[in-house]
């Protein structure tokens, strides 16, 4: 079954605004991943957050990470029309690495 | 896609056919995996490898049956017990043998059945 469950499914907005995606789960991680997809290819790894970390940039990236309510959320700032893809988190633990159902981002120049 | 290379990018499937993926890497990871991605889903594993001459069942490894002869390569072949298989396939490696590691991922197989 898969843990991580993203909203919204899909998000549309223009370049230079910001996309806020979140992640939400259900048992305990050691850590919680984001990838991106762009349409018909492979994931590509973004950032990695550890369960003792709170927030993490990278770039335009940041991301929060909140154990108590089981969630996370992306922020990309300042989008870019190259930002457009499909976008998932993936909670870590020992055995398992589970994928959420993506959230679908088009930025329209 | 890193150093991670599937093919073929499209493959068809006939009936009662067995089909093999290819996936290589050359990044020297220890583990690799495969996963299954239907449209607007998220990725379901099918199975993994953690050493060479090893492998450990996924969430949906029926149907499938893989080998891990070499590091580098880790085969994925999809049997005619398999009743659905059309989907997109998604080979992965990661440097050690744990899920807590960052995963890289191949250019992705397309399967549909004629």
């Known amino acids: 079954s898969q843990q991580g469950e993203e909203d919204p499914q899909a998000l549309s907005i223009q370049e230079g605004e910001n996309a806020t995606m979140n992640c939400s789960y259900k048992?305990?991680?050691?850590?919680l991943q984001w990838y991106r997809q762009n349409s018909g290819r492979g994931l590509v790894h973004l950032i990695l957050?550890?369960?003792?970390?709170r927030e993490k940039h990278s770039g335009r990236l940041r991301v929060t990470l909140d154990t108590s309510k089981k969630s996370s959320s992306l922020l990309i700032t300042a989008s870019r029309a190259a930002d457009t893809a499909s976008y998932f988190c993936?909670?870590?633990?020992?055995?398992?690495?589970?994928f959420g159902t993506g959230t679908r981002l088009q930025v329209f120049p | 896609d890193g150093g991670i290379t599937q093919s073929p990018k499209y493959l068809f499937r006939k009936e009662g056919q067995n089909v093999t993926l290819s996936c290589e890497q050359n990044?020297?990871?220890?583990?690799m995996y495969w996963y299954r991605q239907d449209p607007g889903q998220g990725l379901r594993l099918i199975y993994y490898?953690?050493?060479?001459?090893?492998?450990q069942k996924g969430d949906i490894a029926e149907g499938y049956s893989v080998s891990r002869e070499k590091k580098e390569s880790f085969p994925l072949t999809v049997t005619s017990a398999q009743k659905n298989p059309t989907a997109f396939y998604l080979c992965?490696?990661?440097?050690?043998?744990?899920?807590?590691?960052?995963?890289?991922f191949g250019a992705g197989t397309r399967l549909s059945v004629l």
């Open positions: 992965a490696s990661s440097p050690y043998s744990s899920f807590k590691n960052i995963q890289y």
């Open positions: 048992t305990s991680i050691n850590n």
């Open positions: 957050i550890r369960s003792n970390e």
């Open positions: 993936a909670t870590a633990n020992t055995d398992k690495l589970i």
């Open positions: 990044l020297n990871h220890d583990a």
């Open positions: 490898s953690q050493i060479v001459n090893d492998f």
